[in-house]
């Protein structure tokens, strides 16, 4: 159902050119553009979630938190 919605190819390309960065970064061993594609990742994830699945997971980079919830 999802992909016939009017935005569904553009988000999931953008999921995909995220992934093939992130890959091409690793690849290269670049630490820099290894953290630019999880931005990319990041930021393409949340949009997807905002227009098809509205609850997105919470998403922190605060230690203590993330201890706390295993």
Known sequence: ???EQKDWK???QAIS???LAATLAVQNR???AVSKA???LLQ???NCHKEYK???P???ADEEIHKSEF
Do not use: F, H
Request: one cysteine or more.
């Open 30 to 32: 670049n630490i820099a």
């Open 54 to 56: 509205l609850e997105a």
């Open 58 to 60: 919470r998403i922190t």
């Open 10 to 12: 553009k988000l999931s």
């Open 38 to 40: 999880g931005d990319q």
């Open 44 to 46: 393409a994830c949340l």
């Open 17 to 19: 050119d995220a992934g």
């Open 1 to 3: 159902v999802w992909r």
